[in-house]
Every structure is written in C-alpha cells, then in structure tokens.
C-alpha cells in the first residue's frame, strides 16, 4: 500500500508549488520558467497516476515505475521546502531577535549562489520526471482513471458494546440461536460457559454480538455485561483492567495483576455476568487460562462470548458448540447495499444504476463489510460512469493479500480523496487499536 502514497504526495506538492510564498519568492528570484516546467511534468504524470496506482498490484514493472515516481517527488518536495524557507525567512516582519538569527545561520546569504544552487536541483529533478513521463508512455496508462472526491470518512475500527446498525442484515438466526443458548445456559454449575463466533474478517462477527448484547432477553437475564475489545496484543494487565472499567468499578493506582485481579473478583462476586472478548488473535493457552482464573464469580450461568477470525483460537478457549459464521445470502447482501448506495432516492429511477450496482454485489461474495464499503462511497454518486469504475476495476482481479486485505476494501481505499488516502497510511504505521 505504501506506493499509494504516490498520489497523495503529487497533491501535496502541488499545494507547495501553488502557494502564493512559493510562486512570489520564484517570480522575484528569476525562477519563474523553472516552476512553470516542474508543474508542467508534474501534470502529465499526474493525469494518470490513479490507473497506475491500480494496475501496480497486477505489474511489478508499475510498481517499480511508482517506487521511482516516489523518490523523486521527495526530492521536489524538498527543492519546494527550500524555497519556502528562504521566502520566509527573508521576510523582514519575522527578523527580528532569534528568529533573525536563524535566517542568517539558514539562509543563502549569497543570492548567486542561491540560485545556482537551486537552479541545479530543480534541473535535476525536472529531468528524472521527464524520464519518468517519456517511459510511462509504454504502460498505455489512462487519465483520469479515477474520481477522488468523496463526502465521508471512516474511522479506525475499535470496538464497543453500542449497536451501530440500524439493521443487521441476515443475521436473525444466528441472533435467535445464540441467544437461546445464553438464556439455556442459566442452570449451568460451571463458573462459565464460553461460546465462539469465528469467521474471516468482514462478515459482521461484531456486528452480530452487539445485537446479542443489547437484546432485552439478555439484558434482564445478566445482572452485569461487560464488553472489552481485545485485538492482537493480549495483554493480561490491560485486559483485567478494561474488564473492570466496563463493568463500572476503578482500577485506581493498581499496577500490579494480582490486585487488579482481586478488585475483579469483588466486582465479579455473586454476580451473573455476561462477558464480551471482541476480536481475540491469542493463540497462547497459557495465557488465556490466566485471565480465566480471575474470572469466577461464586455462581453459575454466567457466559462469554468470544469472536475471532481463527478457528484454533475459537477451539482453544469455547466450551460450547462453535458458531461459524457464513456469508451473506444474495437477497441479504443486496438488501444491505441498496440500503446504503441508494438511501432516500427511488431505485425505479435508476435502472443502469440498479444493474451495475447487482454486479458489483455479486463481486462482494456475501461479505458485509466489502457491501457496507463500496454502498456507502457509492451512495453519493449520481453518474453511471463512476458506478462502472468500480464493477469494471482490475482490483477485483487480485486476491486478497497476506493480510487478509480482500478487492473490495482495495477499492473502497482507492476510492478515497488523496488527502484520506495519505492519513490512512499514516495510521497504518500504528498498531491495530493504538491510543494515544
């Protein structure tokens, strides 16, 4: 993904080379045709970047091409941040006491110099563009492949207890049996029964247990729900105390686990409890069985429920039937997307609309969060050529990744306006439900 940067990295520089600092402090110091070239070479391999940015994931001569595309708009962003320094720090109204300083530890004293010095790098970098533009000719790239404008965003996922659909598409029985089992669980002389929900990433595994959750059967049956989202770092500490938060007590100034763990069992003691473990990578047993010692309240019927991607994980720690969660029938997948694609206008009016949209769910193979994704970017476009693009991309010709990254999320990223698209790289430097 990190070649993706590409595109957002030609609009950054844009914005540089179009500011009233650069363009003024160019004109005055006799840089005018030098800047007028780089924007010139900059735009024939802008026009196309989006189509290469797709088509890199089938052709490693692409990537290759990008990955030098990349270097060498680094350099020109860093011809674009001299100029700007030195046109700001030649301003007069900021000389003043250290910051005068600064300018004269900086800045090019000597205007000769000054511009021979820049005169070479801008020539430097306009000539490895001007290779870069002549040898895209032999990719057939085309421009303006790609639509960026986009009205929503979406957040880094981190789970809580709190339903976020409306609806839950095909998922009633699956609800229905798991909440039987829950209630059914209520004689029950162990200190808990454990159930898993297990299914590769995207099919709604949380999105089931928070209709679970909030159902008023369950919600009269325990006397306290507690929902923690554990990601991949299963870390004892963090888990006991995110345990004892949600169920309303304080951890204080405790920083060791086994007062932590004893605060727990306070919590915990004589009550029935129902306890959410969201989204568990841990496959170590020894570690898993350590926070299920302090999990015991004095009673029985008490239930966790465990959702995960791994079915080992899911084996490892339930102590009921797994439920294993399927894809979306085709009826429930294209309920969920004419929901979110068309929203409040009248699909009769749309019939191209309609069948392009029927291929792309087809696409989707049943799985939810690739339906919710491409609906919801579709639902604010109106022009059948933007619905193509996405039926007709070449992503859906790549299999999903190392990373479990299937084509419709590809897509849905590629999608983004390229100032999105640069801030989920950046967080993709993060680890999975990082706080700051």
Known sequence: MADALVSSLLDLIF???????????????????????????????HAVIHDAEEKQTKSNAVKNWLAKLKDVAYDADDVLDDFATEALLQRPEICGGAIKRVRNFFSYRNPILFRFKMARNIKNVVERLDE????????????????????????????SSFVTEPRVYGRDDDKEKIVQLLLANVNSQDDFSIYAIFGMGGLGKTTLTQAVYNDERVMEHFELKIWVCVSEEFNIKRLTRAIIESAGGMVGDLSELDPMQCRLRDILNGKRFLLVLDDVWNENQDEWDKLKSALKSGVGGNSIIVTT????????????????????????????????????????????????????????????????????????????????????????????????????????????????????????????????
């Open 309 to 436: 991607r791994i079915e080992k994980i899911a084996r490892m720690m339930a102590t009921l039937p797994l439920h294993q969660l399927e894809l979306l029938s085709k009826d429930d997948s294209w309920s969920l997307f004419k929901r979110l694609a068309f929203d409040s206008r009248e699909t009769e009016h749309h019939p191209n609309l309609i069948m392009i949209g029927e291929d792309i769910v087809k696409k989707c193979g049943g799985v939810p969060l690739a339906i919710k994704a491409l609906g919801g970017m579709l639902r604010f476009k109106d022009k059948e050529i933007d619905w193509l693009a996405i039926k007709e991309s070449e992503m859906w010709d790549v299999p999903a990744d190392e990373n479990g990254i299937i084509p419709s999320l590809r897509l849905s990223y590629k999608h983004l306006p390229s100032h999105l698209r640069q801030c989920f790289v950046v967080c993709s430097i993060f680890p999975k439900d990082y706080e700051t």
């Open 132 to 159: 870069i533009a002549a040898e895209k000719a032999k990719f057939h790239f085309r421009e303006g492949v790609m639509e960026t404008e986009r009205v929503s965003d979406a957040e880094r996922r981190h789970t």
């Open 15 to 45: 914005g540089n080379l179009n500011s009233a600092l650069v363009q003024e402090f160019g004109q005055a110091r006799g840089f005018k045709k030098e800047l007028q070239k780089l924007e010139s070479t900059l735009s024939t391999i």
